[in-house]
């Protein structure tokens, strides 16, 4: 579905990304873990068309995606959660969920938006919430709406990046089992996390990246055998 080969990111002299390669096959699970500033927010912003590439190739569904508008990639059936959530604070739950569907539902995209209705159906922990003023949640309430929000576009591929970031190991271990639920019902998901033992666990796949480049990758069993893994990153 995804195909990210020698991807090159530059922000001025400092490099981001140094030809990256990441494929994400169609209903896979594949995770992306590494320290701060490894370049995984940078390969999601520039998949999404956020960040201008200095070289490299993207395909999504076998067509390149460089250079796409970041709304016609949601219309194409691309969502992203981004990092720290940014829901609309001031906006009630329910509002937050219309927004999530506005560019599918304005262009008649490819793909069809769920009614608000069927996201409070599959986000229980909202129906409550439905009038409450966004800002005022906690922020695992608030994680739970910017992945209902992500899935009101009707996605094929959904990209989340760091959603566990600042949460309790309670809401981590539920934002889990949702991502989990939603990979089951045949959503394609790309994780950026740091949280790497959570990650191999749920992914079919992870990529390690460090100061721009891959550096290992493979499935759970794989990962975990590796003693260099396993003493950087599960502390055994």
Known sequence: MLKVENLKVDYGSINALEKVSVEVGEGEAVGVIGPNGAGKSTLLATITGVVKPSSGTIEYEGQSIVGTAPEKLVERGIALVPEGRRIFGPLTVAENLDLGATVVARAGGETSAPSVADALDRFPALKPLYDKQAGSLSGGEQQMLAIARAMMSGPRLLMLDEPSLGLAPKIVSDVFELLRDLHADGT????????????????????VLRTGNVVMSGDRDELVQRADFAEEYLGV
Do not use: G, I, M, S
């Open 188 to 207: 394609t998901v790309l994780l950026v996390e740091q949280n790497a033992l959570k990650t191999v666990r749920f992914a079919d796949r992870t990529y």
